[in-house]
């Protein structure tokens, strides 16, 4: 079905990047059902290196091909570097047919939030950065139990002290088995 694959709005690849690693996990949690997603890309450069001139004067680290081969590939997850998630629903709904065409908001209003290490994913993508207003739609295929999901959301570069979520994301992931809750501790 083609390549998983994410992309950085304004970003120096508009064609986005592959998705080398994805994981979805579903765990119960006081009777409620819980996802993890965690998401790793190959390098930003893998498909299409830019050489970039010594003198090219770009408007932001963000659209400077050097900054993001700086940095190598994204890492976006809710439980790589500490416990995270996002709630889904009761276990009792818990099912492919509730989970089709399903639209999850995830923090949405990051401002509202004291800590940030409170937010469901964290990001390594020019550093540790900061994601979050995520949209995030599940579509079954067919009546498989696999799903295609389609997410979007904002990303702040709050590793070089810009916490404004001014940087959109989306990602594509086309066939993925849904989760069994049940057999997760």
Known sequence: ????????????????????EFNWLASVRDGFVWFDFHLETKDYYSERDIEDEEDTEYPSDWAAPIVWGNYHACTLSTNYWHEGGFKVCALSDYSPEFLDGLELEVDP????????????????????DSAAKHTIKFERIDESLNFKITWVGKIAQAYVGDYEYKHDFNVIIKNVLFPDANKQV
């Open 1 to 20: 079905m083609g390549l998983d694959r994410i992309y950085f709005k304004n970003n120096p690849w508009p064609e986005g990047h592959p998705v080398k």
């Open 109 to 128: 209003n990051p401002e509202n939030i004291e800590d940030w290490d409170d937010l469901a994913f964290h990001i390594y993508l020019l550093g540790h």
